[in-house]
Nanobody, 125 residues
């Protein structure tokens, strides 16, 4: 059974930091791309970042470049998203998703196969 367990959300003041983690199980981690997405109330789902465990490629949304860093720990089947200089517009439910890498790396030109439960990030003073 595929499982993606996201954690690390919380309430933080503008300018603060949070580190999200996504622990994966039930599939061959090294062959998969892990993506982070977010959805704010009343807004569409937005891709934040992705990392390919196959070729190491990484992408970021323009809105988070220079502030967020994605990394993968293959020994722990975990992908982390370090979020610095957080802004109120970063508020939302963050999800991690997984899809097999068919050789194209990130960004993924097709739909993800698996989604975990979300973790809520609230940036507010």
């Amino acid at each position: 059974e595929v499982q993606l367990q996201a954690s690390g959300g919380g309430l933080v003041q503008p300018g603060g930091s949070l580190r999200l983690s996504c622990v994966a199980s039930g599939f061959r981690f090294d062959d998969y791309i892990i993506g982070w997405f977010r959805q704010a109330p009343g807004k569409e789902r937005e891709g934040v970042s992705c990392i390919s465990n196959s070729d190491g490629s990484i992408t970021y949304a323009d809105s988070v470049k220079g502030r967020f860093t994605i990394s993968s720990d293959k020994a722990k089947n975990t992908v982390n998203l370090q979020m610095n200089s957080l802004k109120p517009e970063d508020t939302g439910v963050y999800y991690c998703e997984a899809v097999q890498d068919y050789g194209l790396g990130c960004p993924v030109p097709y739909d993800y196969d698996y989604r975990g439960q979300g973790t809520l990030v609230t940036v507010s003073s």
